[in-house]
């Protein structure tokens, strides 16, 4: 008797501090995040009678959340991937845009660009790389590598996509870099990757030279028409299909084509062979980040042929993905989580909207500096995404005289394109993150002190910044909603109305392996799961 409850105390014991009593593998053997790089939520609904591999099982027999949405205001890819990688938000893993002004060295610095690495080319190119140094919180990724000892693949064919997935560490990262080339750096290896080496010759990207990108289905298909006076495609392609890859522009036509993702795809599949992931006495992480529907939403638009055909094709090499992953792995032995970066814009001049050019709005600026002043600029250091950075001690001036910084912004929303400007003391205050408002909420959720600008605005509905083609980068809708599905080991199917963020990825897959992430911003998926998980079981 003393016996059976000395072992039920031991075994109550190692249960309350998460440690099992015997040592049993896994059962989720593998984490698959999926990005597609600019996919707007509305598009899995609008589009998804073209659907047949990938998405359609991702959507059918997986939790798909219809209400996912960015919470902030800037939308764009480095904020978004490391929104996924990290749950959190950027005011707190600091990644708050694709370039910001660095004060520090007076500079325009990317997000990942690190000084202090070198690059590790699969092709020549030299010279300072890449890394998560500026990335204030871990990923998923790093955390499962720390506590789970998994291995750590991601790819895709930007820096900011794949490092937003990784982190500060990984055992395979890599882009396809400016030397048009795929690459990576010595934060994550110090050589290139042997297998990889020879994936590469085995499959040379110029393999692709001779294609023509056509339909996939018949035109009647595809909703709308095939060309529009607004598609801005590079590289001497015109609106309408056929697009020729090569022989000139080759590489250009390449990355604004769905044949890259399909590219990708393969060397995903190469990961998981070669890598052995998801095989193994461990839980390993994979993450891909397509990137095409963005090459070809910003040329085309969201409502194009194109864009609908490389929605189609990605549905695809989703799809050969997972087939092999229910080969290799084991159907039910992993798990997928699926989203996007951003959304994106329709052309203004569909939507009825407008654009406002930068050079105005930056004249407008340093106009009204200079009356309040009564002095010459340039009073302006730079203008970032939604932010503008003003020379040392400009703002400390604006600030100590509220009538000239009135003027500023009056200045600023006088434009025909200007909707709102709030400036960085407004966006500071804690509780401007929870504000009523939802457009400072949202620009409060998007700033992080001493990174971001001095003031922030956001352009009117359906106006943009560039001059051609569209873009993201607000809180408006089409650009704040994306797709947020889990699909696979202990996740429940169905459609799901309940409002989710992409950062609840990473805290719900956590509490999936019984880990926990340090101060997430997103929550437990909790309807999606078969059975009631702790993310706090396993420190």
Known sequence: MKRVVLAVVILLTFYSTGAPAVAQPPTTKLVVFIVVDQMRGDYLVHYGPLFERGLKRLTTEGAWYRNGAYPYMTTVTCVGHSTIGTGTLPYKHGMIGNTWFDRPSEKVTACTTDADTTDVSYGSRTGPSDSAKWMMMPTLAETMRDRLKARVATMSMKARSAIGLAGHEGDFVTWFGEGNAFETSSAYARSPSGWFVDYLKANPVERDADKTWERTLPANRYQGEDDSPYERAGGGWSAKFPHPLGPQGFYLHWLQSPFADDYLGGI???AVNEMHLGTQDRTDFLGVSFGMVDAVGHAFGPQSHELQDTLVRLDATIGRLLDHLDKQVGAGRYVVALSADHGV??????????????????????DAIKKAFGEEGPFIAALATNDVYFKRGVYERLRANPA????VIAAMTAQ??????????????????????????????????????????????????????TTHGTSYAYDQQVPVVLYGAGIKAGVREDVATPADLAVTVASLLGIALPAPDGRVLSSALTTTHSATARH
């Open 404 to 407: 000239a910084l009135k003027s």
């Open 345 to 366: 814009a329709d052309f203004p001049e569909v939507a009825g909207g407008g654009r406002q050019a930068i050079a105005p709005l930056r004249a407008a600026i340093e």
């Open 268 to 270: 995903a599949i190469a």
């Open 416 to 469: 025909p394109g200007i909707a709102r400007v709030f400036t960085s003391d407004e966006l500071a205050v804690p509780d401007a993150r929870a504000s009523q408002d939802p457009q400072i909420r949202a620009a409060a959720l998007s700033y992080y002190p001493g990174r971001s600008g001095d003031l922030t605005f956001l352009v009117k509905e359906h106006w943009l910044t560039t001059p051609a083609g």
